[in-house]
């Protein structure tokens, strides 16, 4: 738990360096040129994960000081060490920011050490200060509170309590968005579950409709989702007539019908602090992360598929959060019976990164 | 062929350059002149959408072979290429169009990643655990791609089909091991085996930042070109390849031919695997689909299944992929621009294969047989 | 577990109508094209391009049967010209799909960056399930009138090469260019039609993916739907109609993964959403050993020397 404690310090320094950030953006700059250099690992206009950290990125470029650098469709093998080595040694790039989440172990932390000049930073909680270069670190928000959000407003808006959840694969980052679904619907609807199926990829169209359509047929009326580009699933479950919640980026004008709200990033908070500081010549935080007690999150405006009592619960819930309200209260059990949470955990704490269990109320499995 | 002609042609080939030299010459100016042609091509298509070609081209060098840097870069993409690229070119030579590589990739870098972990363990010495990774995988890739030349033999699958199918079963097969019995718990948010450790790792060729993987393949281009083109077993193969009754009714061991000839490929594209491993990843995860396989399919196909000339197809492959993230950055133009310039690049040197045998300044007899 | 199985069932046969049109067309394209004696590996390409344009076309025009014929338009565009290039002598048919196929698609995701976002119009279905009063059941008998357009097209093929004058040529000039040649049939031209109207039909194929089925435009819509379809022809041994149930059996075998996850079956997914490849693989090997492949070949095909 020390190193939980140095985390939550680390996160402090954050917020002060927003608060730092929130000067206007010409008076930080000037002393040093930024070159940004940003690797993502699908297209990225994919409307979803890729695009989120785009959009953000596009706002830096119109600020002076700043040179973007930016490279799409980098696989997570050699080719995204040698995409980084390439800005730096070919447009000077001196703050590289690598956008997926496996991009970090070797090829983020090798890079380090080889340029120790340049910062690099990594949108997952990986950096370790005991064993990881001073000049890598990590930002991450943690989407799960923005997820539980979308469970709060969806628990109020299903006639029936059963909401279904279109995953990628069961890792930690998905796991945790299904189990905060799961606990903010069951916050409101104490019979309320998730049924998840994992479609196997980050992208794969045809079965995510497939998926989508078997979570309906099977009774589910709000559907959501953890995949890369979210289009599919909510056009697909608009069209069934049931209602949805997003995820990524907004997806309220796909389903004007049954959109309830959704789950968004911020990553523009974070990039706009790192350009500031490293323009000042400060070093950016090792560890940036976050979530609704520091603006890198939002949840979607509500659609028509929101009820009022959605609203007002939904909107409760974010203001408990910004407070730091836990999320992840004991004690719950996993959905094999065994207790996975014993006690109040800080929606920070380390040992949520590591879940790899599905909470009682949730039908599905991880292996 | 006339008289008249025939006369002028053992005067040239009396007097002028010999036919090995000539062939070279040809081997080598048409396809220069595809790559040109296909230039010029691809300018006018960047000047429909208002990109400057000048620009575009010197990034293009600056990208792949413009600094120590970028020459290194080209050759290490360059380096799973080779070996996915024999994989493909050593069962083309015997007629199969056998396109398994990606999956005897896959499947061979997991083995190895997987037998490691009790090795690492119990702290084997490092050349004898990258050896029996690399003979894991080389294994387990060639009995893999083997299967599909057996199962041609044997029952008459189609290969082309099977080592598709086969292909996504390994793929599927890795996932289900990674992310379920072999999963290191710490790989968190991306299921990997355990990593075999820095320790472990195969390090770069000395004085340049590229992995062993490319010398090897290097090596075993030569040695398969020797295999294919200088011993009895190439013979027998290529001639198989060329027509099957024939080499039957000489009494050839076809079914063993074939069945060794995908043996060799999945070997070729398991050892990709192992070096994607131990070189790069230093554990199997779901990075290890990365699409060489695939890509290698065309490599050997712009080689002509030569597997000497697979290393430079390889090289080109590998400074269009660094190149283009200079393109993306500099000239602000989406990835599928490569992909785009790659397609004309390839339509343009296949069509180039026309005119082999055709150009009169290349001629010293009527036919050029280019096998 | 009846309900979890008939469950299944009905997955399996939403899946088969909405998921296999791609193939179908796809599949009776390269039938067309290799019955003539040429083979086209790239109609992934003519797929992936057909899709782009058509949501395209649909978005800027409004008329999504207009981005249909447009998508149709962009995979003849693609057939012609490998059609074309492979009139000339030496060129290896094989190897100018697999340049097509990264053209086609590098074409499509260059040009396609500006229609990720919006909403085009799609295709309507037609509803033939209304009347069960099952939910599941009337949307699993949702289909799209390319579905009856594909099969209508098997028939037809099937028909046509064994009882017209063009379907005999076609067969001739696949199983011996010699004797095509001794006819007086110009194999060049024969090879050329077939392989462009291939590309024309898989270019319709991408139409229904951006379309209808899953209705969307991004550069992950066909993950090599095309390649397999290709594979298929050979698994279907060059018949129309069996290639109709080829398909068929893809999307429903398609189905399984998602279904069984949906019901309960959770572990293992994996290798159940692996089915489709799995369970083509054994039916190859079971069925393979039958001389009958062997003699349904076209001879010409350089797959197959």
């Not at chain 2, 790989?187 to 930042?209: E, F």
């Not at chain 2, 001639?239 to 009754?245: C, D, E, F, K, P």
């Not at chain 3, 022809?233 to 129309?240: E, G, K, M, T, Y």
Request: glycine share 12%; with cysteine.
């Amino acid at each position: 738990m020390t190193f939980s404690l140095s985390r939550r310090s680390l996160l402090r320094a954050g917020a002060a360096g927003l608060a730092a950030s929130a000067l206007p953006l010409g008076l930080a700059r000037a002393q040093t040129n930024v070159i940004l250099g940003i690797v993502y690992v699908g297209p990225k206009d994919d409307f979803g994960w890729n695009q989120a950290h785009a959009v953000s990125v596009e706002a830096l470029k119109a600020v002076s000081g700043i040179t973007v650098v930016e490279e799409e469709n980098v696989p997570e093998t050699d080719a995204v060490a040698k995409s980084m080595e390439s800005m730096i040694n070919l447009d000077g790039a001196n703050l590289i920011l690598a956008t997926s989440f496996g991009y970090y172990n070797p090829f983020v932390v090798d890079l380090a050490k080889k340029y120790p000049d340049v910062t690099f930073r990594h949108a997952a909680p990986l950096w370790n200060k005991d064993s990881d270069p001073a000049n890598a670190g990590s930002y991450f928000p943690y989407l799960n509170q923005a997820h539980y959000v979308d469970g709060v407003a969806a628990g109020l808006s299903s006639p029936t309590g059963k909401i279904g959840f279109v995953a990628a694969k069961p890792i930690p980052s998905v796991l945790s968005n299904i189990n905060s679904v799961l606990l903010g619907a069951r916050s409101v609807n104490p019979n309320a579950t998730v049924q998840v199926i994992f479609t196997g990829e980050w992208s794969l169209p045809v079965r995510e409709a497939e998926a989508t359509n078997a979570l309906v047929d099977a009774g589910c009326d709000v559907i959501t989702c953890h995949v890369d580009s979210p289009k599919v699933v909510i056009e697909t479950a608009e069209a069934r007539g049931v209602k949805t919640c997003g995820h990524n980026a907004s997806q309220a004008t796909l389903a004007p019908k049954g959109f309830i709200t959704g789950a968004e990033y911020k990553w523009e908070t974070i990039y706009k602090q790192y350009a500031d500081e490293v323009a000042a010549g400060q070093t950016p935080p090792n560890f940036l992360v976050g979530g609704y007690n520091n603006d890198m999150l939002r949840n979607t405006a509500y659609g028509a598929g929101a009820t009022p009592e959605a609203i007002k619960a939904a909107d409760a819930a974010i203001e408990a959060l910004k407070g730091g309200a836990p999320i992840y209260k004991g004690t719950l059990k996993d959905n094999q019976g065994n207790v996975v949470v014993d006690k109040d955990y800080d929606n920070y704490d380390p040992y949520l990164d590591g879940m790899n269990w599905l909470l009682e109320g949730v039908q599905g499995s991880i292996t | 062929m006339t008289a008249e002609t025939a006369d002028a042609i053992s005067t040239r080939a009396s007097q002028g350059p010999s036919l090995q030299v000539l062939r070279l010459a040809e081997a080598i100016t048409i396809p220069a002149l595809a790559v040109v042609a296909s230039a010029v091509l691809f300018s006018l298509f960047l000047l429909v959408i208002g990109k400057d070609p000048l620009t575009f081209f010197s990034l293009v060098w600056t990208g792949g072979f413009g600094s120590s840097f970028s020459i290194q870069n080209s050759l290490q993409r360059a380096a799973p290429l080779i070996l996915t690229g024999l994989a493909f070119a050593i069962p083309a030579r015997i007629g199969l169009t056998m396109i398994g590589g990606e999956g005897a990739l896959v499947l061979g870098g997991f083995t190895s990643a997987a037998i490691a972990i009790p090795l690492v363990g119990g702290g084997a010495p490092v050349p004898l655990t990258l050896l029996i990774m690399a003979v894991t995988g080389v294994v387990t890739g060639g009995l893999w791609v083997g299967f599909t030349g057996w199962l041609k033999y044997a029952r008459g699958v189609n290969e082309t089909i099977a080592s598709l199918l086969l292909s996504y079963i390994a793929i599927a097969t890795m996932n289900f091991f990674v992310e379920g019995a072999l999963r290191d718990p710490a790989s968190a948010n991306k299921p990997s085996t355990m990593p075999i450790g820095d320790a472990y790792r195969i390090g770069s060729i000395p004085g340049t930042d590229i992995h062993w993987g490319f010398a090897t393949g290097i090596l075993l281009a030569v040695v398969l070109w020797v295999l294919m083109s200088r011993t009895t077993f190439g013979f027998a193969a290529r001639m198989t390849g060329g027509n099957i009754r024939a080499a039957k009714a000489q009494g050839l061991p076809v079914g063993w031919l074939m069945v060794t000839c995908c043996t060799i490929a999945g070997a070729c594209a398991g050892l990709a695997g192992f070096f994607e491993v131990a070189a790069i990843h230093g554990q199997a995860n779901a990075s290890l689909v990365a699409g060489y396989g695939f890509t290698g399919i065309l490599v050997a196909f712009l080689a002509r299944q030569n597997p000497l000339a697979v290393v430079p197809v390889a090289i080109l492959f590998g400074a269009l992929a660094a190149a283009g993230g200079v393109i993306q950055r500099r000239m602000g133009m989406p990835d599928a621009t490569m992909l785009v310039l790659q397609g004309m690049l390839f339509v343009v040197l296949l069509v180039s294969d026309t005119f082999y045998g055709r150009l009169k300044f290349f001629q010293v007899k009527a036919t050029g047989d280019r096998t | 577990m009846d309900s979890a199985v008939l469950t299944v069932l009905i997955a399996m046969l939403g899946g088969a109508i909405r998921v296999s049109t791609p193939f179908m067309f796809v599949a009776l394209g390269e039938t067309l094209t290799e019955k003539s004696g040429r083979i086209n590996l790239g109609l992934e390409g003519n797929l992936v391009l057909g899709a782009m344009v058509a949501y395209a076309i649909s978005y800027l025009n409004g008329s999504p049967w207009l981005g249909v014929l447009a998508a149709g338009g962009s995979g003849l565009f693609l057939g012609a010209l490998h059609g074309y290039i492979c009139k000339l002598p030496k060129v290896n048919d094989i190897a100018v799909g697999i340049a097509m196929m990264s053209f086609g698609t590098g074409l499509a995701f260059f040009f396609g960056k500006p229609f990720i976002q919006p909403q085009a119009p799609h295709l309507d279905s037609i509803p033939l399930g209304d009347w069960t009063g099952n939910s599941a059941l009337a949307q699993a008998l949702q289909v799209n009138p390319l579905f009856f357009v594909g099969i209508a097209l098997a028939v037809f093929m099937w028909w046509a090469f064994r009882n017209t004058r063009w379907g005999l040529i076609v067969r001739m000039t696949g199983d011996s260019a010699a004797s095509a040649k001794a006819m007086g049939v110009s194999v060049e031209l024969i090879r050329f039609l077939a392989t462009s109207a291939g590309g024309f039909l898989a270019g319709i194929g991408g139409a229904f993916l951006s379309l209808y089925y899953p209705g969307i435009w991004n550069q992950g819509l066909s993950s090599g739907q095309g390649l397999m379809a290709v594979a298929l022809v050979i698994f279907a041994r060059w018949d129309p109609i069996r290639a109709i149930f080829a398909a068929l059996f893809f999307g429903a075998a398609g189905a399984i993964g998602p279904s069984l996850q949906a019901v309960g079956v959770t572990q293992g997914y994996y290798f159940f959403n692996a089915a489709p490849y799995i369970l083509t693989l054994i039916i190859m090997i079971i069925s393979a050993g039958s001389k009958a492949a062997a003699r349904d070949v076209p001879g010409e095909l350089s797959i197959t020397k």
